[in-house]
């Protein structure tokens, strides 16, 4: 009788569960996109933009049927911005059944935890922008944007050509991004025939610039490369301004983000970058993208937010492709596999990946005007 009652009750709670979940929404018509993504902590406003980045192109997916049938489903994993943590998410959101990992955006976290990914056979798609991220060896890996190892190239003709510094130096902060792109642009400068004149580290979350600002006043140097989170790189700037850095500031995807203006204020005013992809970009389907997201979330996204929307339109076109929910198909199709806008314009621009999981495609050049980043040239892929 007992055992008549437990199965009984275990039916009850099954039928309940699949009441309790809305036509349309049940798992087999559904694929889990999850978002392990910063929404809390130092990495918060790279992490949600990327999350509402992306869940701007599931809603439109959606809207036009979902991938292959089924509608896209994204929960949100918060990180809280640490690596442990991020590692322990991944687990559980594979354990949930994810088709695809979307994020994480900060480098530190994705060299942790993309290695559970891996070992689960699930593909990632992260916004981590490190080089190293890519050169594991991990199949299953992929960028939303070109890593230092390819934009921070890109700049070499801009110190070289236009700014024509003899002397550089580079101020960075020591962790998995900073140090993977300060070691390619040191790289880049030695092979221009460029001097490093001064190579000024300094810690995630750290809040005085004076004495690196200083070092770099003192060294001689006709430019500085500053390749730091957003808001040390908003404190560098404000402490630039206080000690009079005359010299041009020119850096990576970050110095001149959304979320810099707003803390740097005046003081982030002539700041250049080379940026992988920017609402300011002279295309209208970026620029629509733009306008979209700000209506949505009434307020502006940097790059990160661009980055979510492509990462889950990437997954669409390469299913259908396959015809079909397979994971290993979907990482050995992105490999070499390039994306023409022309037929595929989720992807805003003409995206490739190679062999590694590196993502090419069009970047472009920013300067800081009047509070406002404009793109000020283009660079092509690489």
Known sequence: MKRRNLITAAALAIMATATAMPIGLRAADTVSLPCLCELSGAGAVSGTNYRDGAKMAIEEINAGG??????????????????????????????????????????GSTIVNMLVAQQNGVPQFTGSEAPNVTRQGNPYIFATASSSAKGVPGLTPYFKDTLKAKKIAVAWV????????????????KSAGIDLVADVPSEQGQADFAADVSKLKESGAEAVFVYLNEEESARFLKEAKKQGLKVPLVGEVTLTGQKVIDLAGDAAN????????????????????????????KRDT??????????????????????SFDQEALAKKLHGLTLDVVKYPGMLLTTSWDNTGEMSRESFMTQVVDGKQKVIGTVPAN
């Open 302 to 323: 940097d790059h990160n937010g661009l980055k979510g929307y492509i990462a889950i339109y990437a997954v669409k076109y390469v299913t259908e492709m396959n015809g």
């Open 174 to 189: 020591n962790n998995e991004f900073g140090k993977g792109g300060r070691d390619v642009f040191i790289k880049e400068m």
């Open 270 to 297: 002539g700041a250049y970058a080379h940026v992988g992809i920017t609402t300011g970009a002279n295309v209208p389907a970026i620029q629509e993208f733009g306008k979209k997201f700000k209506d949505k979330y």
């Open 66 to 107: 979902g991938i292959l049938g089924k509608k896209i489903v994204m929960t949100d994993y918060d990180t809280q911005s640490d690596a442990q943590t991020s590692r322990a998410l991944v687990q559980k959101a594979i354990d949930a059944e994810a088709y695809a990992i979307i994020g994480t955006v900060y480098s």
